[in-house]
């Protein structure tokens, strides 16, 4: 018996307008790849990012050109699949689908969870943020002080200490994501604010790149995380005086295998650790939540923002980590 690949292209439809620095959303379009093998199917997910130049139809294209190769793949753990996968030089975003995709046909095929697989003691999860999007000062305020939820990361494109007094008077723990939108002495402010340190964290707050970063210093009072300026596990130890938290997407660091060595070598540098998203469906959330036990903050909203999700697996109620218990990933449609 042979592996099959196969994909498909879905809308993910908000319920509500998703406002970042970057613009307005109102849908987000991903790839869904799934491998089957004897009767079992494993799901990954990848979305398609405008602001990272990232269209699924050149995806497609590549998965066009490796369906035949699947045929004379055997079953072998996950660790070795990622070496013969990498080899193909894949973008970070389709060889994450395809490495959770093949975690979750693995673990169905031992009927063994992701947790078993890779001998993770789960004792607790952090909380999950749900963002709140851009809007009116007011607007946003309310959304906050109405959310069912504890932690709130709210995403902003500029600062002031009227908005900084009114977020933190709202009695949630609060994060802020400028999306790269804050200007150096934006910054600079923040870096000398005692208040700065009663944010959960800041996240990228300047665009991305070290004649950026180099600004930021990790001893000052924001909790400073890098989201896009963590690519590679060759970034941390560049990135290591200047940010005190990284933000691991598996979408973004390829898939599950590099993040659980991603993972593993920002523990020994010190890093606070958040595992976060995109906007994704219970399919990249439940890879995410494979990881969830590891981190220090969670940031694992993406399904809950979307209208039309069609899969079960793991998932966020409230802010709760809701992990299932069965095999792979749990992913079902």
Not at 189 to 217: H, I, R, V
Not at 227 to 250: A, G
Not at 296 to 319: C, M, P, R
Request: glycine share 6%; aromatic share 12%.
């Amino acid at each position: 018996m042979n592996m099959q690949l196969n994909w498909k292209i879905v809308q993910h439809q908000l319920k509500e307008p998703f406002k970042i620095a970057y613009g307005v959303y109102h849908f987000r379009k991903a790839l869904i790849v799934s491998i089957d093998f004897n009767g079992k199917t494993g799901f990954g997910e990848c979305t398609e990012i405008d602001y990272y130049h990232i269209h699924l139809t050149d995806f497609v294209k590549d998965l066009e050109l490796i369906q035949p190769l699947f045929s004379s793949f055997v079953i072998e753990h996950p660790f070795d699949f990622f070496k013969k996968l990498h080899t193909f030089s894949l973008h970070p975003f389709l060889q994450s689908a395809l490495d959770c995709a093949f975690w979750d046909l693995y673990g169905k095929l031992e009927n063994k969870p992701f947790a078993e697989l890779n001998q993770i003691k789960i004792t607790h999860f952090p909380q999950s943020s749900i963002t709140i999007s851009m809007d009116e000062e007011a607007i946003q305020l309310k959304k906050i002080i109405e959310s069912d939820w504890e932690f709130c990361k709210v995403k902003v494109n500029s600062w002031s200490t009227s908005l900084r007094d009114k977020l933190l008077s709202t009695g949630k723990k609060i994060s802020i994501d400028s999306n790269g939108s804050f200007s150096l002495e934006q910054c600079e402010f923040l870096q000398n604010d005692p208040l700065s340190a009663k944010f959960l964290y800041f996240e990228q707050p300047m665009p991305k790149g070290a004649e950026n970063y180099k600004n930021l210093f990790q001893n000052s009072y924001p909790n400073w995380m890098a989201d896009e300026d963590l690519q590679s596990i060759d970034d941390l130890e560049l990135l290591q005086p200047h940010y005190k938290t990284i933000n691991i997407k598996v979408m973004k660091c390829g898939g599950l295998t590099p993040s659980l060595a991603i993972i593993q070598k920002a523990k020994a540098l010190n890093f606070k650790i958040m595992i976060g998203c995109m906007t994704e469906s219970t399919v990249g959330i439940s890879a995410g939540i494979a990881l969830a036990s590891f981190a220090d903050y969670l940031d694992l909203d993406g399904a809950n923002l979307i209208a039309n999700d069609t899969f079960e697996g793991s998932e966020i109620v409230n802010g709760e980590v809701v992990l299932s218990q069965k095999p792979g990933l749990g992913i079902q449609i």
